[in-house]
C-alpha cells in the first residue's frame, strides 16, 4: 500500500506544484461566481422592493372594478377566479377645506382589508367609529401635527346634502398611519380612510368599488379583463393595478438584462480559464505521455485532470459565494441609498440563487476542463511523449533560414512565438478585447450624458415655478399678474419665461395616424396636452429644432403646433384635428411645423394624445386658458442667493406653488449618473480583471515555456535590456493589437450606442471615450510592464546553467 498513489493524490501534487495557475484559475472562478452572484442578487432584491412599493403604494391587488350596480358587484364576488376582494366606499359628498388649503388631493374612502391583506398601516389599525380616521404620515406633518396614535385632528369639511353645500368642523382621532409614498407625495395625494358607518353617514349611495386579488399572477391582465366583461362592466370601470401586476408578473426587459450580464461575465470567465487549462496542460503533455507509458489509463488521466478541475471550482465556486455575499451587503444597499428609488433597497439573498450560482461555477470550470482533457487522453503514449505544444509554422518556416541567417533580433523571437502559440495568443486577444470592447460603448455612453441638458430640460433657466392641478379649479390662477409683478421686481433677473397649459380633445382618425399605443387606450375621448411658451421659452425651442427666430411670426399668427415625437410619429407639414377639451365636435385643423425628439421642459405625466406646443398667442385667438403654469428665469451672475431666497419665499407662502432650481435638479442627475456609472465601471473592472489574470497566466506560461529558449540566448550575449524586451515584447504585441481592434470596434459601436439612447433622451451629445481608452491603455500596460519585471526577477533567482538544464 505504500508504493501506491490514487489519482486524487496525484491531482493534489499537481494543484500544489502549479500554484501560480492553481492561485490564477480559483480567483478567475471566484471572481467570476461572485460577479454572477452579486448580478442576481441585485436584481432579485430590486425586484423585491417593486413589489412592497406596488403593495404599499396601491394594495395588493390585480384589478380595481369601479361604480358597480349591485348585480355587478354580486357577480365579480362570486367569481371562482378571485382570491381576495375588498370592498370600498368612494365618499364623493365629503371633501375637506383643510386639505385643499394644504393643496393635497384627498381621497376620503371606506375601505377593507385594512392590515387584513389589501394595505398594510405604518402602525395602528382601521377606524371603527365616527370619529376615528388613518392617514398619511407626510400628510399628519404638513398639517403641523405629530404622527401619532391617538393624535386629536380637527378637520373642515364640505358635506354636500340634497344639493347643498355645508360646512363643519369634525375633530378625528387617528387610529392609524400609513406609511410614506414618494410617488403619491410628489404627487400631493394623500389617503384619508373613514368608518364604514361615517361614509355611509354623509354618502348613503356611495360609489362602490371593488379590489380583487386573483388566484394566479400568470396572464393576470387578460383574466382580469374577463371577470369584468362577464359581469357586464364597461371598459372604463375595469382599472388594471399595473404597479402590482407589473411588479408580480415576470419582466422580460429585466430577465433579458441580468441574462446578458451573466452571459458576458460566464464568457469572459470561461475563455480564461479554458486558455489557463489548455496552457497548462499543453505543456505537460509529454508528462502524461509518460504517465500512460507506465500504466496510467485514458481514463484515468483524464479523471485526474478533471478532479483538478472540479476541486478549483469548488473551492472557486465557495470563494465566490463569500465573496459575492460581502459584496451584496456593501455594495446594493448603496447602490439602492444613491439611486432614484422610491423605497429603500435592501440585500435580499436567495437560497435558490446561491444555488444556482455555486452550480454555475462548478459547470463553467468543468466545460472548460472537459475539452482540453479529452484531447489529452485520445493522444497515444508515443505521440503524447513527442508532443510539441508549439503549432507548426506552416509558409513561414520557409523563409526562416533567411531571416535568421545573419543575426537573432528579439522582435524576431517574440513574433515567431507569438506564431507557434497562436492559439493561445488569440482566446488571449479576444478576452481582452471583449472587456475593452464593453469597457469602451459604457464609457461612451457616460461621457454622453450631457448633465447640463439633462438638467436643462426640467429647469430652462435659473429656477421656475411651477402652479400645482391647474385643470382641477378653473378658478384658481397660482402664478397671477401679482405674482409676476413679485418675480419681475426681484433684483438680478435677467429673463422671465413663462407657460401655459391647455387640454384637447384629439381626432380619433387623425389620432389613430400618429399616435403609437391607440389601441391600448380604454378613454372614449382622446386628451392631448397643450404647452403654450412665450417668446422667450419659444426661441429656445426653435433653437433645438436648428430654426431661426423668423418662424416665430408663422407660430404666433397661425394654427401652427410643434408636436414630441417620444408621444407619436409626426412629419413636418401633418394636419391634425383637435377640438377644445368639453366641446365635443368644434374640431378645429392644425399644422405641424416642427418635431421636437423631447420635451423642451419638464411636463410630468402626459395624456394619452401626447404632447403638442404652441405660441401663447395662438392660445390667446383661440380663447384657451390663459393662466401661466410655470414661470422660470435666468439669474445675473454673483445675484443668484439674493434671488433664490425671493423664489422660494413666494413658493413658501403659498404650498400649491413649487420652487425648483436648476443647481439642485443638476446636482440630482449628476448624483444619479455617478451611480449608475459607478455600477457599471465595478462590472467592467471586475471583467477587467478576469481579462488581467489571463494576461498574467499567458506571460508566465510563455515564460516557463521558453525558458531554456530564453537562457540559450542569452548565454551567448543577451543584455539585461534585451531581455527585459524579450519578455514583455510578446504581451505588448498582444495588447496593442487587442486595443487596436478595441477602438475600432468599440468607438463606432459606442457611437451608434449613444444614438440610439439619444431617441429617448434629448440632452445625450456624443464624446469621445478618453477617459474609459486612456484607462483600458494604463491599465494593461501597466500590468504587462510588471509582469515583465516579476518574470526577470524570477528567472534571476535562477543561475544561467540551471535554467539551461531545466526540462518540462
Given at each position: ?116 391583506g389589501l394595505i398594510q398601516l405604518r402602525e395602528g389599525r382601521a377606524p371603527v367609529t365616527d370619529d376615528e380616521m388613518v392617514l398619511d404620515k407626510w400628510v399628519i406633518e404638513e398639517m403641523g401635527f405629530p404622527s401619532k396614535l391617538g393624535e386629536v385632528i380637527p378637520l373642515d369639511l364640505q358635506i354636500k346634502r ?206 472548460s476542463v472537459y475539452m482540453p482533457a479529452r484531447k489529452v487522453g485520445s493522444l497515444t503514449e508515443i505521440a503524447a511523449i513527442r508532443y510539441n505544444p508549439a503549432e507548426p509554422l506552416g509558409k513561414r518556416s520557409l523563409d526562416t533560414k533567411s531571416k535568421l541567417k545573419n543575426s537573432i533580433s528579439g522582435f524576431s ?355 469621445l471615450p478618453m477617459a474609459a481608452m486612456l484607462t483600458l491603455v494604463c491599465a494593461y500596460f501597466t500590468v504587462q510592464v510588471g509582469t515583465t519585471f516579476y518574470m526577470q526577477w524570477r528567472l534571476s533567482k535562477e543561475s544561467l546553467m540551471e535554467r539551461i538544464r531545466f526540462s518540462e
Open positions: 500500500m505504500k508504493n501506491r498513489i490514487s489519482v486524487h493524490q496525484v491531482s493534489l501534487k499537481n494543484l500544489r506544484h502549479h500554484k501560480s495557475r492553481t492561485v490564477l484559475t480559483v480567483g478567475t472562478v471566484a471572481l467570476a461566481v461572485a460577479l454572477i452572484f452579486v448580478v442576481l442578487t441585485y436584481f432579485y432584491s430590486n425586484d423585491q422592493r417593486s413589489k412592497r412599493e406596488a403593495i404599499n403604494e396601491l394594495g395588493a391587488y390585480h384589478v380595481q372594478y369601479e361604480h358597480l350596480l349591485p348585480e355587478q358587484q354580486q357577480a365579480i364576488e362570486n367569481n371562482p377566479k378571485i382570491k381576495k376582494h375588498y370592498v370600498s366606499y368612494i365618499s364623493k359628498n365629503i371633501k375637506s377645506d383643510t386639505f385643499e388649503k394644504l393643496n393635497i388631493n384627498m381621497a376620503i374612502s371606506y375601505i377593507e382589508g385594512i392590515n387584513e340634497a344639493g347643498k353645500m355645508e360646512h363643519i368642523t369634525k375633530s378625528f382621532k387617528l387610529v392609524g398611519i400609513v406609511d410614506d409614498i414618494a410617488v403619491r407625495k410628489t404627487v400631493r395625494a394623500g389617503l384619508m380612510f373613514i368608518s364604514q358607518s361615517l361614509s355611509r353617514q354623509y354618502s348613503p349611495n356611495p360609489d362602490i368599488v371593488i379590489f380583487a386579488l386573483l388566484n394566479s399572477d400568470f396572464n393576470a391582465t387578460s383574466t382580469a379583463h374577463r371577470i369584468g366583461e362577464g359581469a357586464k362592466l364597461r371598459e372604463d370601470q375595469i382599472q388594471i393595478n399595473e404597479r402590482y401586476s407589473g411588479a408580480y408578473e415576470q419582466n422580460p426587459v429585466s430577465i433579458l438584462k441580468a441574462a446578458v450580464i451573466v452571459f458576458v461575465i460566464l464568457i469572459s470567465a470561461g475563455m480564461v480559464i479554458y486558455n489557463i487549462f489548455n496552457i497548462y496542460l499543453s505543456e505537460q503533455i509529454r508528462l502524461f505521455g509518460m504517465m500512460k507509458a507506465i500504466g496510467m489509463t485514458p481514463k484515468q488521466l483524464r479523471s485526474m485532470i478533471l478532479t483538478e478541475g472540479l476541486i478549483i471550482s469548488l473551492a472557486g465556486s465557495s470563494m465566490g459565494l463569500l465573496l459575492g455575499g460581502g459584496g451584496s451587503t456593501a455594495f446594493i444597499p448603496f447602490l439602492g441609498n444613491m439611486a432614484s428609488g422610491n423605497s429603500a433597497l435592501y440585500v435580499e439573498l436567495s437560497p435558490y440563487i446561491a444555488c444556482a450560482v455555486f452550480v454555475m461555477g462548478l459547470i463553467l470550470v468543468m466545460l523571437l517574440v513574433s515567431a512565438q507569438l506564431i507557434r502559440y497562436r492559439k493561445r495568443t488569440w482566446v488571449t486577444v479576444i478576452s481582452i478585447t471583449l472587456t475593452g470592447f464593453i469597457f469602451v460603448v459604457t464609457g461612451s455612453i457616460f461621457s454622453s450624458m450631457n448633465i447640463d441638458n439633462m438638467a436643462g430640460s426640467m429647469v430652462p433657466g435659473d429656477y421656475k415655478l411651477s402652479a400645482a392641478n391647474l385643470d382641477s379649479d378653473e378658478q384658481l390662477d397660482l402664478l397671477n399678474e401679482k405674482i409676476l409683478k413679485q418675480v419681475s421686481d426681484i433684483p438680478g433677473i435677467e429673463k422671465i419665461m413663462t407657460e401655459m397649459y391647455a387640454v384637447s380633445t384629439y381626432n380619433k382618425q387623425d389620432a389613430n395616424l400618429h399616435l403609437k399605443d391607440l389601441a391600448s387606450m380604454k378613454n372614449p375621448e382622446i386628451r392631448t396636452d397643450i404647452y403654450a411658451y412665450d417668446d422667450a421659452l419659444m426661441k429656445i425651442t426653435l433653437k433645438r429644432l436648428g430654426k431661426d427666430d423668423s418662424m416665430l411670426t408663422e407660430l404666433r399668427n397661425g394654427d401652427n403646433l410643434i408636436a414630441v415625437a417620444e408621444d407619436g410619429g409626426y412629419q413636418v407639414g401633418d394636419k391634425i384635428r383637435l377640438a377644445k377639451y368639453g366641446e365635443g365636435q368644434k374640431e378645429r385643423v392644425f399644422t405641424i411645423v416642427g418635431v421636437l425628439p423631447n420635451y423642451v421642459t419638464y411636463k410630468g405625466n402626459s395624456s394619452d394624445g401626447g404632447v403638442l406646443i404652441a405660441h401663447q398667442d395662438l392660445f390667446k385667438r383661440l380663447d384657451l386658458d390663459q393662466r401661466i403654469k410655470q414661470v422660470s428665469v435666468q439669474v445675473n451672475e454673483g445675484q443668484q442667493g439674493e434671488v433664490e431666497r425671493n423664489l422660494k419665499g413666494i413658493a413658501t407662502a403659498d404650498r400649491r406653488i413649487t420652487f425648483t432650481s436648476f443647481q439642485e435638479t443638476y446636482q440630482e442627475f449628476n448624483g444619479m449618473k455617478k451611480v449608475l456609472q459607478l455600477a457599471a465601471n465595478s462590472l467592467t473592472s471586475a471583467l477587467l480583471i478576469i481579462s488581467i489574470f489571463n494576461l498574467i497566466n499567458s506571460n508566465l506560461t510563455s515564460m516557463y515555456a521558453r525558458k531554456r529558449e530564453i537562457s540559450l540566448v542569452e548565454a551567448i550575449g543577451m543584455s539585461r535590456s534585451q531581455l527585459t524586451m524579450q519578455l514583455g515584447g510578446e504581451g505588448f504585441i498582444v495588447i496593442l493589437f487587442s486595443l487596436l481592434i478595441t477602438f475600432s470596434l468599440g468607438i463606432p459601436a459606442g457611437y451608434f450606442g449613444v444614438e440610439m439612447f439619444k431617441q429617448s433622451a434629448s440632452y445625450v451629445q456624443y464624446q
